[in-house]
């Protein structure tokens, strides 16, 4: 079975500029969580959305954004970059138990590498 | 605000000898514990999770941790290192409810010596 997919690998943008980067979720998968990992940090929670539906929001500004589609694939949105926006962004999947997504856990994708300059 | 500390930025370990990396996480009900480990230019990957029962999980390749309330700690360890297990290691909690995102600590890296 495929894990969860993320597109572009790796991103060069220049300052001002804006970006979009891709996931699929595993299979059956209906949750969708981001992650920003700046260099020498652990993952930052940026967004989660569930049945097309934000359900969690990070601590960042309004030039991130993000949405998902019917098929449980996410798009994560950066406006006018900025070099601290350089970062690996980290897609994570999970599924609702009884308890919650936690109990089930996340699956991470390989993220994608982005460079601002 | 919920916090995960890991107070160890890097260690480093002769293969063939024991390990424990330590993890502390800021008070709360029913946390949600995770180790994550993550090699270089990769992403991350689920070593093993406690939420509830024993207080002792094993987890994928030869882990274990260990949850310890009085102490609010996720202590991480195995018996025996090998050389691939060199990475850098994150300890994550969450706190349940309809939101299920997670707080990661700031990671250690393993360095393994032959």
């Known amino acids: 079975d495929a894990g969860v997919t993320q597109s572009p690998t790796h991103l060069i943008k220049t300052r001002g500029q804006h970006v979009t980067l891709r996931c699929s979720p595993i299979s059956g998968h209906k949750s969708v969580s981001w992650y920003q990992q700046v260099l020498g940090q652990g993952p930052q929670f940026i967004f989660q959305?569930?049945?097309?539906?934000?359900?969690g929001r990070g601590n960042f500004p309004d030039r991130f954004s993000a949405r998902q589609f019917p098929n449980y694939s996410s798009e994560l949105n950066v406006n006018a970059l900025l070099l601290g926006d350089s970062a690996l962004y980290l897609c994570?999947?999970?599924?609702?138990?009884?308890?919650?997504?936690?109990?089930?856990?996340?699956?991470f994708g390989s993220g994608t590498r982005l460079t601002v300059v | 605000a919920q916090s995960v500390t890991q107070p160890d930025i890097h260690i480093t370990v002769s293969e063939g000898a024991s390990l424990e990396l330590r993890c502390n996480y800021s008070?709360?009900?029913?946390?949600?514990l995770f180790w994550y480990v993550q090699s270089p230019g990769q992403g991350l990957q689920l070593l093993l999770k406690?939420?509830?029962?024993?207080?002792l999980v094993q987890g994928i390749k030869g882990f274990e941790a260990e949850f310890k309330r009085s102490q609010s700690s996720f202590n991480l360890r195995k018996p025996s290192v090998h050389w691939s297990d060199a990475a850098e290691y994150f300890c994550a909690v969450g706190y349940g409810g309809s939101q299920g995102n997670l707080i990661f600590g700031k990671g250690t890296k393993l360095s393994v010596k032959p």
């Open positions: 994570a999947s999970s599924q609702r138990e009884v308890r919650g997504f936690l109990s089930y856990g996340y699956t």
């Open positions: 406690y939420f509830s029962g024993d207080t």
């Open positions: 959305y569930y049945e097309k539906e934000e359900r």
């Open positions: 008070y709360g009900a029913t946390p949600y």
